[in-house]
DNA sequence: CCCATAGGTGCATACGATTGCAAAAATCGG
DNA sequence: CCGATTTTTGCAATCGTATGCACCTATGGG
């Protein structure tokens, strides 16, 4: 069989192809292609025709080469259990694809040289910019990526470096307003499972907590770290169920007060709220399901991620903006996981 | 101010500053980095000290554009909704990233010119191939990639088209397992609130569904078409139940079960698995969690991207590769959501 | 000790686009 | 209708790397 192969015509189509095809130059097929270029209308319907034509597109590497910008964005992300960041993830590839971006995802679970590895895979890309929703980064990464002149933004994860940006709920705002909250539910014995005080998100809630609760007199009849793990959470829940028997819990995020309220019900045989109150942080999707119907802090991840594509793509206009750090208040949501206060309707 | 500019000191390091560096052509440095290329020890020893000197990485868009490989992978999915998908994707990501490649991620929720939109876009990224996990791509989709000699392979999705590769679990044996294990436990009344019926998926599970009760002699008592929304099957669920008082549903994804199983505890005041058992699919996380202790049928999420990376670089080294489909078996894990046959553990 | 062979290395080109510059064409005012 | 602008267009260089080819250097066998 010496037929020549299927394959060959199906060969890619460059712009020198269409220039041929409308009989222009290269550099005209480029401009045709080039928002805000020089070109004349009639010259601008030759080639369209022609690439039309061809089925030409553009070769987004080549021009990345020559332009300096992939139009990448680079999404490093730990794990995705919880829902959160599945959402948030949603937002976040659909906000950059409006303004012509595109996400290439880096998962990066543990810390330490893993994660190191992952940075210079994410350098190699040339990414224009980097949105970190993993905690454990090291901080090596952030030297690289100023090295590199790489605009970093934190999502929904603080830095107490002042030159990184980032982008959070008001945690400590939320944490207090659970704190209000419970108290003005006329509840005594209030504990705190925290998220990982690892993390700036984790020790904020948690300090905002507090100084609500203090604001009455009061502490936390219990705190310990949940890790952000469900599994964790659980069972400290019913640790603490046992030894202290609140009666409020204030679990660090929604993924592990879904943990938390099935010990407490099915371990524990606890009713929720008539024994004990649980508020979560986050809400999730799930948060609103009839099972859970959990009272929580919204984060409002439509804003969180609408500020973090401002800043990010506003950054890489113009690479010598100062870092900013934006804390995005978000409402306590009242569901039936917690009791609620008599006159809540008439305060709020 | 005339001061050069700082930032003229971070410019990106090329391999021609590392092979003036290292006192070697460009090409010496190009080799050390290039797997299977011929370079001596000593020559890659001193362009390995340099390169690490002067912190150079190659540039993989330089490197693609000549290649012609830019080791990345499409990968195209509808919601995040269903906890299914993020799961197989933080998978498919570790996965890919082991392999040398990464995922380039695009959202597509709806089906027609938005999608074809996003086709483009794909294309314009030269990706080595495409995981398409979201329903509702145009036949377009298959007829631009074969055009462009960019292997699919799809994901949790089946097509007619023989040419097209896919993975999914073994819809029909699954939901023929379903049938079985309600039978068994004597249920009479059997209804079954599909997955959407314009996917594969969907129609499959319910394709073996009503073999499996057809063996014995039995017609689901109510069957309709749950759309894969959490929503839709939940107002289902309890139109079925008030108009035909199944005695156990089987719902076609555990996303849309969860909304089923609330629907029937809260809005019908039904007791599960006393008054209905209640069956799923996917086994996602959620469904061992004690609020649902959901009975399902396992998807193998690691099984199934395992095979279609295998698949997807298989098609990307040898072009010419016939296309494959392959359905992984899933078990059937049994909780609480569903009456136990008595003698189950015996027989299996 | 010499020649055939294999392995390393450098030169130069190619990948597919963008863009500064200069020439050509179109526009405009007088 | 002509000269002065302004707009279009083409030429050619460039981005950072890979790779065919020719050349050079070891190596080993006879």
New interface residues.
Partial sequence: MLMPRE?AT?DKVTSLDVAAAAGVSQSAVSRVFTPGASVSPKMAERVRKAAAEL?Y??????R??ITGR?R?IG?VVA???N?F???A??RL??AL?AEGY??????AMGRGPEVDK?I??L????VDGIVAASVGLSDELFTRCE???IPVVLFNRGHADARLSEVTSDNFAGGRKVAEFLLAGGHKRIAHISGWQGATTGRDRAAGFRAGLAADGLDPVAEQDGMYKREVAADVAQAIWEADRPDAIFVGNDHMA??V???L???CGVSIPHDVSVVGYDDV??AA????DLTTVRQRAGRMVEATVRMLLAQIEE?ERPAEKIAIDGPLIVRGSARVPEDWNARV
């Fill in positions: 394959r199906r089925g597109r553009p070769n987004v590497l080549a990345s080469l992939s990448i999404l794990y995705l259990h829902q960041y599945p959402e993830m949603e590839s659909n694809q595109h996400v290439l995802v880096f998962v992952v210079g895979e350098l190699d890309y040339q090295e590199a002149g879904f943990g309220m099935d010990a019900r099915y371990r999707q799930a399901w009839e099972a859970y690479p």
